[in-house]
């Protein structure tokens, strides 16, 4: 690594303050490129990732196939903690909400974007069989940024500091002129899959942070191409591991890894990352039992309401549309009634009756407008445990009701979701 002396001097500074409008000189930080192979580390980095590694894959190993229905809320959960990261504070329900709506304030339309990068990362990435380009990572990072322009960025940028100016600011990535390059190493070194896959996406996600090859969206883009490492080394097969909402619960910790890493401290960096790792499985392993717990409670709930109410059967025959619902809220839980009637093949006047019946039953919420209109319907408890899993890890996996996180959602209204975890 070395670094590049560069001089600001901006010609446009309208509005800009009088220090940032100030000439000078800075430095940009320009990383040597990875070699494919897995670079030696010490004996604690390794143990830190193979213990990683074997959590991941027990993780994913329990939660099975099945989990499948988890991911989306998963996806959710980890877009969500990579925004907060970056300074956007949105609730899951909300995010729910806006996402099928497809409205909402821009917070919310930004987090979806995460949702979808995230999703495409995975779906179309992960494929080993695939070779990684640049192209791939500009794809990527425009789902997140749709609003810019396609492609790395062709001018300086920075991160952090006080002001608009590289003078005064945290970190100053490569210039431009070295971006294509170390971008195109980064392809390669994602397309391998050689080695311990939790040390190679601690690098990857390190490297693309330190490149910060785009004008936005570097963060958001950097945490989705975790996935794609860990998904086509196989490390996991059946699920998402939101390692962001570790991250978010230590943004401080999350920064002073990424200066390690560029102060050539990767082991530190890699310990660091394994245990965030490590702890988000066991939080995914703990929120699958959960929803499993909670879908045989509103089954009971659902049973037991219809008997009160004179229904038979009491339980609803396997291909009611009321019973296809319930059996998917984790996957969806936010509702209409068209969206229902596209899902499922049925009138809207049938899917009507089934949310409905799933209202009055008291497991779905009506969401109103701001002018008393029913818009959707929600399953607040399913959506409180996402909220509940990101409060657990902003303080290292604990029971939130003894140890409240300092940036996290609210924790929810709704007191049947269990422990403040």
Request: hydrophobic share 40%; charged share 25%; with cysteine.
């Amino acid at each position: 690594m070395y670094y590049v002396d560069l001089l600001w001097n901006p010609q446009d500074a309208a509005g800009l303050s009088r220090k940032d409008r100030a000439a000078g000189s800075y430095r940009a930080y320009v990383p040597d490129e990875l070699d494919i192979a897995l670079p030696r580390i010490s004996d604690e980095a390794a143990g830190a990732a193979t213990d990683a590694l074997a959590v991941l894959a027990r993780a994913d190993e329990r939660i099975g196939a099945k989990g499948g229905y988890l991911n989306h809320l998963l996806i959710r959960s980890e877009s969500i903690s990579s925004s907060w990261i970056e300074g956007n504070r949105v609730t899951p329900k909300k995010l729910a909400i806006a996402e099928v709506l497809q409205q909402g304030k821009s917070v919310a339309l930004d987090v979806i974007a995460n949702v979808r990068a995230t999703e495409e990362a995975i779906a179309e990435l992960a494929d080993r069989q695939q070779s990684i380009t640049i192209s791939d990572i500009e794809r990527l990072q425009h789902v997140i940024e749709p609003s810019l322009p396609a492609g790395v960025r062709q001018e300086q940028n920075w991160v952090g500091g006080s002001g608009w100016s590289p003078l005064r600011a945290e970190f100053v990535p490569p210039p431009e002129t070295e971006v294509h390059r170390l971008l195109e190493n980064l392809a390669e070194f994602i397309t391998a899959t050689e080695g311990n896959p939790v040390v190679r996406a601690a690098l990857a996600h390190a490297q693309f942070e330190t490149i910060h090859p785009f004008i936005d969206g570097n963060g958001r883009t950097g945490r989705a191409l975790i996935h794609t490492v860990l998904k086509r080394s196989d490390a996991l097969r059946n699920i998402l591991v939101p390692i962001s909402t570790v991250f978010a619960g230590d943004k401080d910790s999350y920064i002073d890894g990424l200066t390690d890493y560029r102060a050539d401290r990767s082991d530190d960096w890699i310990i660091g990352f394994s245990r965030a790792a490590e702890q988000a499985a066991s939080n995914a392993v703990e929120l699958a039992q959960d929803i499993a717990h909670l879908d045989d409670e509103l089954l009971a709930q659902l049973i037991a309401f219809r008997i009160d109410s004179g229904l038979s059967p009491a339980k609803p025959r396997r291909d009611a549309v009321v019973l296809r619902l319930l059996s998917s809220l984790a996957a969806e839980p936010v509702l209409t009634v068209d969206r229902v009637a596209a899902t499922y093949g049925v009138s809207t006047v049938a899917a009507q009756g089934a949310l409905n019946q799933l209202g009055d039953a008291g497991i779905l919420s009506r969401t109103k407008d701001h002018k008393g209109r029913l818009v959707c319907w929600t399953s607040d408890r399913h959506l409180g445990l996402v909220a509940l899993t990101e409060r657990s890890n902003r303080i290292g996996g604990g029971d939130t009701a003894d140890g409240k996180p300092k940036q996290a959602p609210p924790a929810p209204d709704n007191p049947a979701v269990g422990r403040l975890r």
